[in-house]
């Protein structure tokens, strides 16, 4: 058995009762040693916080304090990985307009409630573990419900749009097929018969939607997954090119650890940076990316996304000249 097995075991055994348990008990519930039980509970003290006191007069182990008050119940049996995804199941639920889905989720978020306050408690550690979501767009509750509508009904979907990059409204009908949660917005991914190619739209530029009579056009099989998962970021298209890029020491303590594409290839260089190949088709997000890391980056290919980096940071450094 897994020593995280083993903990949650311990644990468990003592969270059942709050009456002691001897240690020849505890030994034969786990199948363990003394030496072993003895570890698996100092464990539980020093790394996980756990009260657990010795009752000389009974001769036995027992949790400080009450079940109602522990605090790390199901943390002891969750990962990191687990309670990252817990917090942030949590908090897309809570991107869901009011309004919207609020009975159908309401059972979800109860449990996921629940679990939460298991794992995290009710005192101090509740209190210090977070996840922001900065930089959140709002989303209207009709243009997302009719959204959903959409897509469980399989039905087209009808709607203004207005685009930030044009500042300009225009009609469009669309058969939507995936809805997307990425970098704290939501995005439909759509079939739009207007340009009669496969669109990503952001739900909150969407006004006046309203779902048509007509069922949703599906595109050949693979498209979906070609157009939307090779390229780099939200926006679609096949990914055919390959940007280096080149992160010095520094940067690479971060960039070595980061999936930026599913596909990207990371390669440790001697100095210890990172030379990084990213497949994409459009430039746009990739560019806002590499901004981020300024000096530490730097762009090896292709040629024209070197050049056009380098403008944005000679136009950016511009602004600073001025005065």
């Not at 900065?134 to 959903?148: E, G, I, K, P, W």
């Not at 500042?167 to 704290?184: G, K, M, N, V």
Request: charged share 30%.
């Amino acid at each position: 058995m897994a020593r995280h097995e083993k903990v949650q075991q311990i644990f468990d055994a003592l969270w059942r009762t709050r009456e002691p348990r001897s240690l020849a008990d505890l030994c034969d519930e786990l199948d363990a040693s003394p030496a072993t039980v003895k570890r698996l509970l100092a464990f539980l003290r020093t790394q996980r916080g756990v009260e657990i006191g010795y009752d000389r007069e009974r001769n036995g182990y027992v949790l400080a304090r009450s079940p109602a008050d522990a605090n790390v119940a199901a943390l002891l049996g969750l990962s990191g990985a687990e309670i990252s995804m817990l917090l942030e199941a949590e908090a897309l639920l809570e991107q869901i307009p009011p309004g919207v889905l609020r009975e159908e989720t309401a059972a979800v978020r109860v449990r996921l409630g629940k679990v939460k306050r298991q794992a995290l408690g009710r005192g101090a550690l509740k209190d210090r573990v977070r996840l922001r979501m900065t930089q959140l767009r709002q989303t209207s509750t009709a243009a997302f419900s009719t959204v959903l509508a959409a897509l469980r009904t399989g039905r087209r979907l009808a709607f203004t749009y207005r685009s930030r990059s044009r500042d300009q409204e225009t009609e469009r009908t669309c058969s939507p097929l995936r809805l997307t949660f990425y970098r704290s917005n939501w995005y439909l991914a759509a079939w739009c018969h207007r340009r009669d190619e496969l669109r990503v739209f952001s739900v909150d530029r969407i006004e006046k939607p309203r779902v048509a009579a007509e069922a949703v056009h599906e595109p050949p099989a693979g498209t979906l997954e070609a157009e939307l998962d090779s390229s780099y970021g939200i926006f679609t298209g096949r990914a055919d090119r390959t940007a280096v890029l080149k992160f010095n020491a520094l940067a690479a303590r971060w960039v070595a650890e980061e999936e930026w594409h599913p596909d990207s290839r990371a390669e440790v260089l001697a100095d210890g940076g990172v030379l990084l190949r990213i497949p994409y088709k459009h430039e746009t997000e990739l560019v806002m990316d590499i901004l981020r890391h300024g000096a530490n980056c730097e762009v090896l290919e292709p040629e024209d996304l070197r050049r056009n980096v380098a403008a944005a940071f000679n136009a950016a450094a511009a602004q600073y000249r001025k005065r």
